[in-house]
C-alpha cells in the first residue's frame, strides 16, 4: 500500500533494523527506544489489523513471532515476552499495517509490559452476548 511506512520498511524505501524476513513475515526492531529488545513482526501482505486479517497471513505472523520468542529465551537470557497488539485506533493502533509487538521480560526487571486497567462491572453481559452468538 502506498501511503503505508511498514509497507516501505519491507519494500528497503525506508531503512530499518531487519532481524528476519522470510515468504510472509518481517521482522525489525521497533525504534520507540522505550525498552531494550522491543521487537515489531509484521506481514508482508498489506492488513490493518487483526479483525481484517485472513487467517493463513494471521498464523504466519504467529509463526515469526513464535520464532523470535523463543530465541530471545532461549539464547539471548531473557525469561518470557509479552506479545502486544492494537486493532483499531480506540486500542491505541498507530500504525494501519498490522504488527505484534514483542516485549522481552525478565524475571524481576521491574518493567510491566501488560496494561493497566481499571475493573470491570462484572463478566456476565459480555458473556452472555457472546456465548449466545457462538452456540448458534
Ligand atoms: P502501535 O501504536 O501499536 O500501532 O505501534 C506502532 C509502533 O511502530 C510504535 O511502537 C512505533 O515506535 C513503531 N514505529 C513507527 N515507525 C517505525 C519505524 N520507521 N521503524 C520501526 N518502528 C516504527
Ligand atoms: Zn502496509
Not at 53 to 72: M, P, Y
Not at 109 to 131: Q, R
Request: charged share 25%.
Amino acid at each position: 500500500m502506498d501511503n503505508c511506512i511498514f509497507c516501505k520498511i519491507i519494500k528497503g524505501d525506508i531503512p530499518s533494523y531487519k532481524l528476519y524476513e522470510d515468504e510472509y513475515t518481517y521482522a525489525f526492531m521497533d525504534i520507540a527506544n522505550d525498552i531494550d529488545g522491543h521487537i515489531l513482526v509484521i506481514p508482508k501482505k498489506h492488513v490493518t489489523n487483526v479483525l481484517d486479517c485472513d487467517n493463513a497471513t494471521l498464523h504466519h505472523v504467529a509463526d515469526t513471532t513464535k520464532l523470535i520468542s523463543n530465541l530471545l529465551v532461549e539464547k539471548c537470557g531473557y525469561d518470557g515476552v509479552n506479545v502486544l497488539n492494537a486493532s483499531g485506533e480506540c486500542a491505541g493502533q498507530t500504525v494501519f499495517h498490522l504488527h505484534f509487538h514483542i516485549i522481552p521480560k525478565k524475571n524481576n526487571d521491574g518493567i510491566s509490559a501488560w496494561p493497566k486497567l481499571p475493573g470491570g462491572t462484572g463478566v456476565e453481559a459480555t458473556y452472555k452476548k457472546l456465548k449466545e452468538m457462538l452456540d448458534k
